[in-house]
């Protein structure tokens, strides 16, 4: 059974104040691994991406890197507009390349004080 | 419109009542699936749909039904529901048959049972 965890389960940091999120996982063949933002109220808006391990990816303040058991979205100088929940899910190959549903973890609720 | 579409985006219902929740996506998608989000509980997929068939089923109770016409359409037939039904619903959409196979989710519909 493919599991997500993610940690922690929430994080106040200061405005400018860099830190991780980091995501472990467990899954039969991994196809990808995704990076979702939600803000409260909304839908998961995609951020990233990763098929490998040693892949990184950069979106403004956001990185993400990818091991073969676990992911980080580190966030450089994070202003208050990046407050949201961050969600990791994990996508294997199921159905021989078709569309495969995804595992989520609980999401790590991040919190930019001013 | 762009991007995926839910209606209605706030329902409230009794356990008798039968309703039914619409997800559009205007991506030119093939794929499309429907998430359950519940307090304090990780995004949980119910069903799969590719190229308008039915691929995946999450051991879903019968209760919910779901109706996929073409593959820009998804419904989510509600009947003889129980208070713990009581969740966020999310639709998604992606290419699917690629390694790259991101989704893309809709601004859900709020369910509440009384």
């Known amino acids: 059974e493919d599991q997500v965890t993610q940690s922690p389960e929430a994080l106040r940091l200061q405005e400018g104040e860099s830190s991780s999120l980091n995501c472990s996982y467990t899954?039969?063949?991994?196809?990808?691994l995704f990076w979702y933002r939600q803000d409260p109220g909304k839908g998961p808006e995609f951020l990233f991406t990763l098929y490998s391990a040693g892949e990184e990816k950069e979106k403004e303040r956001l990185k993400a890197t990818l091991t073969k058991k676990e992911s980080f979205l580190h966030i450089t100088a994070p202003k208050p507009e990046d407050s949201a929940t961050y969600l990791c899910?994990?996508?294997?190959?199921?159905?021989?390349?078709?569309?495969?549903?995804?595992?989520f973890g609980k999401g790590t609720h991040l919190i930019i004080q001013p | 419109e762009t991007g995926v579409t839910q209606t209605p985006r706030h329902l409230v219902m009794g356990m008798t009542n039968k309703k039914s929740l619409k997800c559009e996506q205007h991506l030119g998608h093939n794929a499309m699936y429907w998430y359950k989000q519940s307090a304090k509980k990780p995004l949980e997929l119910m069903f799969v749909?590719?190229?308008?068939?039915?691929?995946e089923n999450n051991s879903v109770p019968s209760r919910f039904s779901p109706e996929c016409p073409n593959s820009s359409h998804l419904f989510l037939h509600l009947h003889t529901l129980q208070p713990e039904d009581s969740a966020l619903y999310l639709c998604a959409s992606s290419r699917g048959g690629d390694r790259e196979d991101e989704q893309f989710f809709g601004p859900g519909t709020r369910l509440t049972v009384l």
């Open positions: 749909y590719n190229f308008k068939e039915q691929t």
């Open positions: 899954v039969s063949g991994l196809r990808g």
């Open positions: 899910a994990v996508q294997a190959w199921y159905s021989g390349g078709g569309a495969d549903g995804l595992t």
